[in-house]
Structure formats: structure tokens, C-alpha cells
């Protein structure tokens, strides 16, 4: 089975075509971070636009790449949510259209479960149960996964995702859009321990977990400051080490709790070497393993998307193709 995937959650548009014959993933993406960059941040307007303008474009391209037509497309998937209404509506209104005049079946797809799943596509999947750390820039989630479709949401932020809190100090520091890859890049040139941070919620049980005070302490740490160059490769290494620290012991936590010892990583921070590095070190310790997408699939794409659809497909599951619909707000425990 051929499925296309598209992905328009945010500020990538991703397509992708899975065959399932051969269990491989052919995608293309365009990023929007040349758009907004100038903004500091996603202007949704923005980001509707261009995935209009960018879309069938990339289908095109996606389609002549791997020397398809679109009959060859045996089912649709889209994301359904979560993410920005106008961004999701350009992909939902395609997927639909598609479905409709190609008569084919349609299935709308958590964008969360897509980041999830990823890890599958690889050579080195996890089996079930894991547990999923989900970190990405709109998301900080731990998640038991006790088989396709069987999600509980162990622990989540309270306040700020990971990958937002990053963004919000790499704005601070005056740093490339987005904050994220950038702040890591300058704390590979920090000095260790120079800025002492709190590590939030690590005091308290449970696996709640919350960025918004690290961020306001990173802040106030950076106006004391001198603010040399410096001081702020330092700072970047300390806040990185701390949100990272904050995440491991909170998986030490999780893995003891449910006495599961193979982890998932998926979401945009999942990219970060720090993090990599401090999880694979816990997981091995546990007698455990921790199971990554490849660095391209961790941030948004169509693949995932593709992929999850096709997994839902399987198990009977369809989407009307006759009305658009969008959730721009979604648990993943409502899936
Ligand atoms: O999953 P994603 O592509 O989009 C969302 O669904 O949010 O994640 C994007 C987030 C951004 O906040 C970005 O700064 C962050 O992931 N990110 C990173 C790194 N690469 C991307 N954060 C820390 N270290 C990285 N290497
Ligand atoms: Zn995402």
C-alpha cells in the first residue's frame, strides 16, 4: 500500500509517500525558518500562506522523485491536529480533495502520534511497551505506550514546552531563529557550571514538569551578568544542562515507576546531542535502550505522518472525506 502523507501543522510543509510492500519512506519538506525569522517566532498568517504556495509544488516533486502519478497513491493522510488552524486547514483541504477526486480512503492523524511512531521507520524499532518522551516546540510530554493506540500521558509541562523555553533564551541571547539548535551549538563552547540553575520540579514526586521559572531565572542570571560572549556560550551550556538533567531524571523516574526500560525520543529537542548522550547513558544503566527517528524525522515531516495514517488504516479506521475537519487542540489521550 502507497500512502501520501502531509504534514502543515506549523512551519514546515512535509509530504511523503510510504510503501509498506518495502517498509521505506520517501519525503520532501520545505522549512518556513527563512520566513519568520525575521518575527522572532511562527506568524501563523504567514505560515498558512506559504503552505498554500508550497504544497502541490512539493507533491510534484515528491511525485517525479520517485517516478509516481498520483493513481498510484493507494490512501491520503493528513494532520488532523494539534497546531495552528489556517496551517492545518491548507493540508486537511488538499488531503480531502485528494481523497475525494482520487477516490481513495482518508485518514486524519495526531501530529504527536506521527513524532511518536517515527522511531518505527527506522532499521532499530522499539517494541511495545515504551515509554515516549515527547519534546518538541509546542509539546513536553512522557508518555506510556503500551501498544499502537494505547497512550497515558505519565507526566507533561504545566507551563512552557522544552523546545519553547529554549527558543525564548536563544531570543533572549540574541540568537539565530530558531533558538533551539542554535543555543546548542553555542553551549558546546560553554564552560561548565559558570551559572548555577535550578532544576525545576526534580524536588517534588511525579513526573509534572515545568520550564517557565528555569526561564525567568536564565533571564535575570543573563541581565547580572557582564553579558561578554563568553558569559553567554556559559549560560547557554547551563541552561541546556539543565533542562536536559531536568528530563533524564524525570525518565529515571518514569522508567522506575513502570519498570519499562526501552525509551523513545521524538520531537524537535530529541535532536539535541546533549540530550541524546545523558538519555543513552541512563537507559543503558537501566539495562534498558533508547530509540531515536533519524535526525530529519525528529522535527516535522511528512513521513510520520504517512506512516501513522498507515498504521490506522490498517486497523480499519477511516476519515469522511465529505467534511473538513481540523483540531487545532488535541489530547492524545482522546485520539
Ligand atoms: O517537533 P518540531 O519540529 O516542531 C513542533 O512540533 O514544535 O520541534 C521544533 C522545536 C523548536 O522549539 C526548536 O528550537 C527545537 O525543536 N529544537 C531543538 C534542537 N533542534 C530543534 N532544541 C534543542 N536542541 C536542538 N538541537
Ligand atoms: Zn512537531
Redesign the pocket.
Known sequence: MLVLGIES????TGVALYDSETHTCSHVLHSQIALHAAFGGVVPELASRDHIKKILPLINKLLSETGRELSDIDAIAYTRGP?LMGALWIGASLAHTLAWSLDRPLIGVH?MEG?LLAPMLEAESPSFPFLALL?????TQIVRVDDFGKYEILGQTIDD????A??KI?KVLALPF????S??KLAEQGKPGQFKLTRPMLDRPGLTLSFSGLKTQTIQAWRNSNQTDQDKANLAWSF?DTVVETLTQKMKRAMLETDIKHLVVA???G???A?RARLGTLAESMGGAVFYPRPEF???NGAMIAYAGWARLQRGERTSAHTIDVLPRWSMEAI
Open positions: 501543522s506549523c512551519d514546515e497546531g501530529h513524532h519534546v518538541s516546540g509546542g509539546h514546552a522544552a523546545g519553547e529554549f527558543d536563544g530558531p533558538g533551539g539548535p543555543l546548542a541546556q520531537g524537535g529537542v535532536a539535541n546531542r540530550l525528529c522535527t516535522d
